[in-house]
């Protein structure tokens, strides 16, 4: 097979139901360029790349090599043409070996004993491209960085002419990401080509050559790394010009609801995800938390609602100790939560949507007594809910799993608002959503700020934190860089905090 | 004293052959990711075809043929249910035990109690057969106990020495990353449980062609869910299926040879499973899946495209 | 020309579309058993006739029937409960031994002195309690050392199989029996009445009846309830709500279990007077239980129906072992293909298959 000179995509298209992932989407690249893809979560990179690794089919448009327009079916024809793919969560098998990984799928691995002879071909690789890996280490003993080597060696190994990698840098120390880049300066320099996908201004300057920006599924801009800066492309990623005039009216903070006192908390794989973290939420005040997700976001609020325990510092909630409480008495307490993957974790798809709405509220004395529960006040409380959030649903006894993601949104934060809860965790509550969606949660959100509640808002979405938000805290890897009023802050210093300078 | 012991490990030698070959069908079928509780069923069906082939065409060599195809056939079932129709493995399995064990009945119900016309010859191993002690009990064995040898060490080298043993272990392990690897997943699982399938029937055909020589309703005798429990005490691995299935095949033995001197057979009858349970929980002690090698996505079905 | 099937999540399937999915599963399996009688050379409409009028068609198989939906009902309803929580407990056999083995102590024991009324209650409740302390064991192991309860409650099935066996050829073997495996039979204190004419002992049908419209109300209407349900659809969200997942499924198998374990009183107190072989106790309800649970779609009170379906089925394949001479196992061709089909059926419910001709590129 020919080597991949050049490689186009064009007028790419691609549709999830009735939301349009790509639209017309083209783009070329040659040998030896490194391409960034830049975008915030959600505006279709990864759905692009795993078109063109051909994981999924694109409903439009057509994919060229070296001006050939080639039909790929199936991650193994894209394999065959030269194309390879470093997923951003890794395809390996844990409990397998390096080499054994590396040998799954390829070709020219010999029928008897092809650990062994691609443990040989593995060193080879090494030697060339600086990349040290343990061949007979199982994966799950191997760090993110390591782990994200053998991805790049198994790539290498199969004779890989284009690499797709999709957020590398997300799990990678800067350690670690110094290291990558100048592994991928090598390929580069050996005439392969590389495509980084990253929403990381920073990382996209400093190692691509192109860099284009993709929002909603269409791309809004092209330019080389030379004729463009953060500012420009900060711009081009959120929107052509950044609203910050959303109806905020001025509001004196209330009393202290929320004190965070240097908790440290262990992550899945590390032993702290949260590194000494201190903060105060007050009510009628937004408390946003931004940064790249992976920060150690989600271990901080997993802690706040009693869904993991810390191993350090204190949570207090109206001056109450609560750390480390069960969910259900964090839920008593007043605090409520719209979690992160909403279909994962707050609902249950396959209960109808009155029962949805009383998900950690059932034992309540409103909606229960003794053993029993009690639904006709469980239905009436979904009927309010279903009207008041706009929710559009054919009834509220049919299966939530039936309603759009818009819709199972409106009534997760519904329900969690409905508690008159004193203080409300909000992780991405707009991710994913739809424009009509997105607007109307922001302004529940502020609404409710209105009526006395605190929040605390954890978003990756810039114009979400400075829309909403009366002081913006910024992590980066399980610390707090710094906490801003909002009217103080601006777009690049929070860009830069978020790329781990303190302010 | 010698002529008991080398009568008590000849029979262990043979009530384990049975449980040796359903066990290895067992551990390649849940390598792959697939639960298969269906093998008290689909060895009684092995059972009944080898026997009336046998008897209708005076070669037992067929009847093992077509005792494996049995085996296949009825997998097959297994296979179409919990991979392509995505439904709940361990419902599909336990039909698949009533399905083959009435079937089997249903089918064999004139030939019980009908003698085997000819009988399987056993392989005599020139010279080393004449070992005293044992030479008589490891070389002069039956046709089934040499090919569950040599398939196990087979399936051993497949599934840890080949690229093959590497795509089952990681469909099982994690079909979404094998499938990332251009490998199709429904296929790899779809070979695996017809071979474990075939392995089944192979092992009910010695039950009625060398263990008993006849057809009887309840030959399998709960054979199938020792090999579900010595598939877990054997850890997933062909060479430790041996130690486990003539242990087990022992206890078989043992519970009719101690009876006499006042042990009585129940209790051993227990230990199989006993010992099952506490390798589950010595695993559990150590946190799991990962210490038992016990395979990530078993009996989970896979959709295309799923995470 | 190329067929090509495309198979899409089906969103929402009406009641009329479960049912007449349901009719056609049941339809197509009865046609397959059919075939299976054709092949192995029994005519398959005089079987079919005859396991019916053997079960439903005359007054005597309509009280054997009954008699046999007995414990199919009590295990049913609650594997119904274990798995609306995903619990796959498939060691309702062993329950059921652990509770004929607790109810025969105290009928052995305490009956000779106590009068009925107060001996009957205890062996119930003795019966439930083993069968749910049983039934802990492998929900324990499960929460406590996530041990996939498929296998523990499989291999405890043999456990109690064998323990009961080993009692009653040993230390409780009845002097009485004639050196039969046996304990001694209960004394008429500690036997359940039987309606006229039948072996239906009818205490047993009453709390089976009765526990099913509780288990209903307990799976629609409680708290706890509810928590299983949120527990076996969605593991995560339940964390998410703070539903405490070990008390949770402890409390539901010890419910399980000792429905089960009644199930075993009934049939030591009601039918057989002694202990004895364990096959003998129990021919396969646990399992057959399995099928009438998943064939009520889980849902106790259909379990009843679903119960009695499966007894008739039992009692029709005795009916065709004797009048036809097939053997006993006969009737698990039956139990297979119809739960092959039911779970065929499911799919169907939930995707929709779409068949269409496209002419190759």
């Known amino acids: 097979m020919k080597k991949i000179e050049k490689l186009e995509m064009v007028e790419i298209s691609k549709y999830f139901?009735?939301?349009?992932?790509?639209?017309?989407?083209?783009?070329?690249?040659?040998?030896?360029?490194?391409?960034?893809?830049?975008?915030?979560?959600?505006?279709?990179?990864?759905?692009?790349?795993?078109?063109?690794?051909?994981?999924?089919?694109?409903?439009?448009?057509?994919?060229?090599?070296?001006?050939?327009?080639?039909?790929?079916?199936?991650?193994?024809?894209?394999?065959?043409?030269?194309?390879?793919?470093?997923?951003?969560?890794?395809?390996l098998i844990q409990n397998h070996t390096v080499a054994e990984n590396i040998a799954l799928g390829f070709e020219e691995a010999p029928f008897f004993f092809p650990a062994g002879h691609v443990a040989k071909k593995i060193e080879e690789f090494s030697r060339i491209y600086g990349l040290k890996v343990n061949t007979q280490e199982k994966i799950w003993q191997l760090s993110a960085g390591e782990q994200q080597r053998v991805e790049i060696v198994k790539a290498l190994i199969r004779g890989v002419d284009l690499l797709i990698l999709d957020e590398p840098t997300s799990v990678l120390t800067p350690q670690e990401?110094?290291?990558?880049?100048?592994?991928?300066?090598?390929?580069?320099?050996?005439?392969?080509?590389?495509?980084?996908?990253?929403?990381k201004l920073e990382e996209i300057l400093s190692i691509c050559d192109r860099v284009l920006v993709l929002r909603r599924g269409e791309i809004v801009g092209a330019s080389s790394v030379q004729s463009t800066d953060k500012r420009k492309l900060a711009r081009m990623m959120v929107g052509r010009d950044i609203i910050f005039d959303f109806e905020k009216e001025h509001i004196e903070r209330g009393p202290l609801i929320l004190e965070v006192k240097e908790l440290i908390v262990p992550g899945d794989r590390t032993e702290r995800a949260v590194k000494g973290v201190s903060f105060k939420v007050y009510k009628n005040e937004i408390f946003g938390i931004a940064g790249v997700s992976g920060n150690g976001q989600r271990e901080l609020i997993e802690v706040i609602t009693g869904l993991r325990r810390a191993s350090g510092g204190s949570i207090l909630i109206n001056g109450k100790d609560i750390t480390n409480a069960s969910a259900r008495l964090v839920s008593d307490q007043g605090i409520s939560h719209v979690p992160e993957e909403r279909i994962k974790f707050g609902i249950v798809p396959n209960l109808f949507i009155y029962e949805n709405t009383v998900l950690k509220r059932h034992h309540n004395k409103r909606f229960s007594k003794m053993l029993f529960l009690n639904y006709q006040t469980i239905k009436s409380h979904a009927e309010s809910i279903v009207k008041d959030f706009q929710v559009t649903a054919p009834s509220i006894n049919t299966p939530i799993k039936n309603l759009s993601g818009g819709n199972i949104q409106k009534l997760i934060l519904g329900r969690e608002i409905t508690g008159e809860p004193t203080l409300l965790v909000a992780a991405h509550p707009t991710y994913g959503l739809d424009v009509g969606a997105t607007e109307y949660i922001r302004r529940q959100l502020l609404e409710r700020r209105g009526k006395g509640i605190a929040v605390l808002l954890i978003s990756e979405d810039l114009e979400e934190i400075f829309e909403l938000c009366d002081r913006i805290a910024v992590m980066f890897e399980g610390e707090i860089m710094g906490i801003l009023p909002t009217q103080e802050a601006n777009i690049e210093d929070i860009g830069l905090m978020m790329a781990g300078s303190r302010k | 004293m010698d002529s008991i012991l080398i009568s008590v490990l000849n029979r262990t030698l043979v009530a384990g052959t049975p449980l040796l070959l359903a066990t290895l069908g067992e551990i390649i079928t849940e390598r792959s990711g697939i639960l298969n509780l269906g093998i008290e069923g689909m060895m009684a069906v092995g059972a009944v075809a080898g026997f009336i082939v046998t008897l209708a065409t005076g070669s037992p060599w067929l009847g093992m043929a077509s005792a494996i195809l049995a085996g296949i056939l009825i997998s097959a079932i297994h296979a179409f249910v919990s991979i392509s129709l995505k439904a709940n493995q361990v419902v599909s399995g336990l039909a698949l035990t009533m399905l083959g064990l009435g079937g089997a009945s249903l089918f064999g119900r004139p030939f019980i109690g009908r003698p085997l016309p000819v009988k399987m010859a056993p392989f005599r191993i020139p010279i080393l057969a004449d070992i005293p002690l044992v030479g008589k009990v490891l070389f002069n064995q039956d046709p089934f106990f040499y090919l569950s040898l040599i398939l196990g060490v087979l399936l051993w080298v497949l599934l840890s020495r080949t690229r093959w043993g590497i795509q089952i272990r990681s469909v099982g392990e994690n079909p979404a990353a094998s499938e990332a690897q251009g490998l199709n997943i429904s296929t790899v699982r779809y070979i695996c449980v017809l071979i474990g399938g075939g392995l089944a029937g192979m092992a009910g055909a010695h039950l009625s062609l060398i263990y008993s020589k006849s057809w009887t309703e309840g030959l399998t005798g709960g054979r199938g869910w020792i090999v579900i429990a010595l598939t877990i005490f054997a850890l997933w691995n062909p060479l430790r299926a041996f130690l486990g299935a003539y242990l087990f095949g022992c206890i078989f033995v043992l519970q009719y040879i101690l009876q006499p001197i006042g042990i009585p057979p129940n209790l051993l009858g227990m230990m199989p499973y006993l010992a099952t349970l506490a390798v589950l929980f010595a695993g559990g002690l150590k946190k799991g899946r990962r210490y038992l090698h016990a395979p990530a996505m078993l009996g989970e079905p896979y959709t295309k495209g799923e995470r | 020309m190329k067929l090509r099937i495309r198979i899409d999540h089906r969103i929402d399937a009406s009641p009329s579309l479960q049912v007449t999915v349901l009719l056609f599963s049941l339809l197509a399996g009865l046609f397959t058993v059919g075939m299976v009688f054709a092949a192995s050379r029994v005519n398959p409409f005089l079987a079919l006739w005859k396991i019916f009028s053997g079960s439903f068609g005359s007054l005597y198989g309509i009280k054997e029937t009954i008699t046999k939906a007995i414990p199919l009902i009590l295990i049913g309803s609650g594997l119904a409960l274990a798995f609306r929580a995903r619990f796959w407990n498939i060691g309702a056999e062993s329950q059921l031994l652990m509770g004929a083995i607790c109810a025969t102590w105290i009928g052995l024991n305490w009956g000779p002195r106590l009068p009925g009324p107060i001996i009957i209650p205890a062996m119930f409740l003795a019966g439930f309690l083993g069968g749910a302390l049983w039934a802990m064991f492998p929900a324990l192991l499960k929460v406590k050392f996530g041990i996939n309860e498929v296998i523990s409650t499989l291999m405890l099935n043999y456990v109690a199989a064998e323990l009961l066996t080993l009692l009653i050829v040993g230390p409780w073997k009845g002097v009485t029996q004639q050196g039969f495996p046996y304990t001694d039979d209960f004394p008429a204190s500690a036997t359940l009445p039987l309606l006229y004419g039948s072996r239906i002992h009818y205490t047993t049908l009453i709390i089976a009846v009765f526990a099913c419209v509780l288990l209903f109300m307990l799976i629609y209407s409680t708290k706890f309830g509810y928590e299983l349900r949120v527990i076996g659809e969605n593991i995560e969200a339940a964390?998410?709500?703070?539903?405490?997942?070990?008390?949770?499924?402890?409390?539901?198998?010890?419910?399980?279990?000792?429905?089960?374990?009644?199930?075993?009183?009934?049939?030591?107190?009601?039918?057989?007077?002694?202990?004895?072989?364990?096959?003998?106790?129990?021919?396969?309800?646990?399992?057959?239980?399995?099928?009438?649970a998943w064939l009520a779609k889980l849902n106790p009170i259909a379990a009843i129906a679903s119960g009695l379906f499966f007894a008739g089925i039992l009692v029709g394949g005795d009916a065709i072992q004797i009048s036809l001479g097939l053997p006993a196992a006969t009737v698990q061709v039956f139990n297979g293909i119809l739960l092959f089909f039911l779970i065929m059926g499911d799919f169907f419910l939930n995707n929709r298959v779409i068949l269409s001709l496209e002419r190759k590129e």
């Not at chain 1, 990401?177 to 990253?198: Q, T, V």
């Open chain 1, 177 to 199: 990401s110094k290291e990558l880049f100048s592994i991928l300066r090598r390929m580069a320099g050996n005439g392969h080509s590389i495509i980084f996908i990253s929403h």
């Open chain 3, 239 to 292: 964390r998410y709500a703070g539903i405490d997942f070990m008390r949770n499924t402890v409390i539901m198998m010890l419910i399980s279990g000792g429905m089960a374990g009644i199930a075993g009183v009934g049939e030591v107190a009601g039918i057989h007077h002694h202990l004895t072989y364990p096959q003998a106790i129990s021919s396969g309800y646990g399992f057959t239980a399995i099928i009438v």
């Open chain 1, 17 to 91: 139901h009735t939301t349009r992932a790509n639209y017309k989407v083209s783009f070329s690249i040659e040998s030896g360029e490194i391409l960034g893809l830049l975008g915030e979560n959600g505006a279709g990179k990864t759905t692009l790349m795993n078109i063109l690794y051909s994981l999924i089919q694109s409903d439009e448009g057509e994919i060229r090599i070296n001006g050939e327009t080639v039909r790929l079916h199936s991650p193994k024809d894209a394999i065959q043409r030269g194309i390879g793919m470093v997923h951003q969560h890794f395809m």
